[in-house]
């Protein structure tokens, strides 16, 4: 894959992330936060591929 396609997937992780995070903690499940962690470690591994 191209770099740039690695950066929109960890661009595209990161915003699914954060939209869990806010969706869980307005559900009011604090447990299921660290569900939304997973993505961002996704899209932080993304990232390094992209720089190789």
Do not use: D
């Not at 770099?3 to 447990?31: C, D, F, N, P």
């Amino acid at each position: 894959m191209k770099k740039k396609r690695y950066h929109q997937l960890a661009l595209v992780l990161a915003v699914i992330s954060v939209v869990l995070a806010i969706g869980a903690l307005i559900w009011g499940e604090r447990g299921t936060v660290f569900i939304a962690i997973i993505p961002v470690l996704l899209a932080g591994i993304l990232e390094q591929m992209s720089k190789k």
